[in-house]
C-alpha cells in the first residue's frame, strides 16, 4: 500500500490525507469493515500507507465527520452501524427514468446575466434566434448535488414562464402541448470538479463528478433545449439493463 500511495502522490497533486481517506472509505462502502466493526488503529494504519500519523488522523477525521465512523474513547474507531448509501442518484439513461428522478427537484436558482448562446456540436441540432440561460443548484435533504447550466429557446420559454423559472426545466418541456419534440439527447462523462463546482456542491477542488449533456431538439431540428449538468461523482450510481 505505501508503494501504492507514493505512485498516486507522483501522478497528482491531492493531499495524501484525502488519498487514504478515500481508500477507506472505499473500504467501508465494499463491506471490508461491516456496520460496527473496529477499523485498524491508527498505529497499524500509519505502518500500512507508510505516511506521518497527523495524516491519518486527518483522514479518519473526514470520515468522523461523512458519519462513516464513530470513535469511542479508549476504545477505537467503529463503522458506524448505519452506513448511509450516498449514490442515490440513479442514471440508467432512459428518458422517462431520468424524468422521474428530476422531476421533484427544487432548484435554488443562481442570478445570471449572461446571455451567451450554447455551444452546439454539429450533430447536436440547428440553434434557435435567442434563449434564456438558467442556471441552479439541486438539492436533496438540503445538500447539493448537482449544478445545473440551461439553454431554453426564448419562444419555448415564453409559453412556460413561470414555471421555467420555478422548477426543473425538462419536465415542463415535455408536458408543454405547443412543442413538438423529434430528438433527445444525452450523454455522459467523468470529470473532476472545477472551482465553480466545488463552491455550490461543497465539495473538493478536483473531487471526481459525473457531468450530463442533454440536448432536446424540435421536430425541425432545432436545440430548444440544452443542458449541463454537473453531478457530485459520490452520489452517482449507473444502472444500465444489459438484457
Not at 508503494?3 to 498516486?8: E, G, H, I, S, W
Not at 427514468?97 to 450533430?123: E, M, Y
Not at 447550466?149 to 408543454?176: C, G, N, W, Y
Not at 457531468?211 to 431540428?221: L, Q
Amino acid at each position: 500500500m505505501e508503494r501504492l500511495m507514493q505512485r498516486a502522490s507522483q501522478r497528482g497533486n491531492v493531499p495524501l490525507y484525502l488519498q487514504v481517506a478515500s481508500t477507506l472509505r472505499r473500504r467501508i462502502e465494499t463491506g471490508y469493515w461491516q456496520p460496527g466493526d473496529k477499523i485498524s488503529t491508527i498505529e497499524e494504519l500509519e505502518r500500512e500507507f507508510g505516511v506521518a500519523r497527523i495524516t491519518i488522523r486527518q483522514a479518519v477525521e473526514i470520515l468522523n465527520d461523512e458519519g462513516l465512523v464513530r470513535r469511542q474513547q479508549g476504545r477505537g474507531t467503529f463503522v458506524s452501524k448505519k452506513v448511509k448509501d450516498n449514490r442515490w442518484l440513479t442514471l440508467d439513461l432512459n428518458l422517462s427514468s431520468w424524468l422521474d428522478t428530476i422531476k421533484d427537484n427544487v432548484p435554488k436558482f443562481l442570478v445570471t446575466d449572461d446571455d451567451t448562446p450554447p455551444l452546439l456540436r454539429t450533430d447536436e441540432g440547428r440553434p434557435a434566434e435567442t434563449y434564456i440561460h438558467l442556471k441552479s443548484v439541486q438539492f436533496r435533504d438540503r445538500e447539493p448535488f448537482g449544478l445545473v447550466s440551461v439553454h431554453v429557446a426564448r419562444e419555448v420559454f415564453d409559453l412556460a414562464r413561470d414555471d421555467f423559472i420555478k422548477h426543473t426545466a425538462l419536465p415542463i418541456l415535455q408536458e408543454l402541448d405547443e412543442v413538438s419534440i423529434g430528438r433527445v439527447r444525452q450523454t455522459m462523462v467523468i470529470g473532476i470538479a472545477d472551482l465553480e463546482a466545488a463552491h455550490h456542491l461543497k465539495m473538493a477542488l478536483n473531487a471526481p463528478t459525473a457531468e450530463a449533456r442533454c440536448v432536446v431538439t424540435d421536430k425541425d431540428g432545432i436545440a430548444i433545449y440544452v443542458a449541463d449538468i454537473i453531478y457530485r461523482g459520490d452520489c452517482i450510481k449507473f444502472d444500465i439493463d444489459m438484457s
